[in-house]
């Protein structure tokens, strides 16, 4: 059985840190592509970040400079290091699969607020 469980979110002050991780289960981890998306609240979802299978990285503008995705195929777990958050940083966060096949995770929610 496929699962992608999201953690790691919470309620934090604009300036902040938090890190999400993704932990996956079900299939073969180091094969697939990992994303972080995010839904702000009444929005469209949007892709905040992607790591290939062989670790190469590539980020939205908004999130250059202040997001690092990182991955560990050993523990089967993606990683988003998010800092100096914004309020316009509050989101739903998911994770997703991609290779043969597209995998979605539940979610966890971030709120950045004073």
């Known amino acids: 059985q496929v699962q992608l469980v999201e953690s790691g979110g919470g309620l934090v002050q604009p300036g902040g840190s938090l890190r999400l991780s993704c932990v996956a289960s079900?299939?073969?981890?180091?094969?697939?592509?990992m994303s972080w998306y995010r839904q702000p609240p009444g929005k469209e979802r949007e892709l905040v970040a992607v790591?290939?299978?062989?670790?190469?990285?590539n980020y939205a503008e908004f999130v250059k400079g202040r997001f690092t995705i990182f991955r560990d195929n050993g523990k089967n777990t993606v990683y988003l290091q998010m800092n100096s958050l914004k309020p316009e940083d509050t989101a739903v966060y998911s994770c997703?699969?991609?290779?043969?096949?597209?995998?979605w995770g539940q979610g966890t929610q971030v709120t950045v607020s004073s």
């Open positions: 997703s699969a991609k290779w043969l096949l597209t995998y």
């Open positions: 790591i290939s299978s062989a670790g190469g990285r």
């Open positions: 079900g299939f073969t981890f180091s094969n697939y592509a």
